[in-house]
């Protein structure tokens, strides 16, 4: 506001609505920008946490995916080289190979090899299933991990 005399003894009160001489932010400005930058920040936090969230599911599903493709393709290898294969039950696999013998089974939480475990301690092993027709040479084996991922093969033997 300015104050001037005018030439009859009046005084004029000029006031001024320009943001010229005046600093910084007025309170409603400061709320609105802070409601602002509080809405693109939680849209922020939600996207980051649900991006998050997806990898770490899709990492679990492709360690399942990598231990049961390395114990098929372990289990296929073995057979590839058989020399005599035998079944005792639904879970232990015997191979005779001309280097030795190789014996799969289930403990419950993993597949072992000769007593030691092949599989993985980051994923369990929760189903495995092998049958053998000796008259066709036919060994079926099922792998299931975690209860949710399970892969089949068949090798025939000679």
Do not use: C
């Amino acid at each position: 506001m300015t104050t001037q005399r005018g030439q009859h003894g009046f005084t004029r009160h000029h006031f001024s609505a320009s943001r010229k001489n005046s600093a910084g932010f007025t309170l409603i400005e400061m709320l609105v920008y802070l409601a602002l930058f509080a809405l693109i920040m939680t849209g922020a936090f939600v996207s980051a946490y649900q991006l998050i969230e997806h990898s770490a599911r899709t990492q679990a599903q492709v360690e399942r995916s990598e231990e049961l493709g390395f114990l098929i393709r372990k289990i296929t290898w073995a057979l590839g080289s058989a020399v005599s294969v035998g079944v005792s039950g639904d879970d232990t696999l015997t191979i005779v190979t001309g280097a030795g013998t190789l014996r799969f089974e289930h403990d419950g939480e993993a597949l072992l090899l000769n007593g030691e475990p092949l599989s993985s301690n980051r994923v369990s092993v929760s189903g495995w299933s092998v049958s053998y027709e000796p008259g066709s040479g036919r060994v079926a084996v099922g792998v299931t991990i975690d209860e949710t991922d399970t892969v089949s093969t068949t090798v025939y033997v000679p």
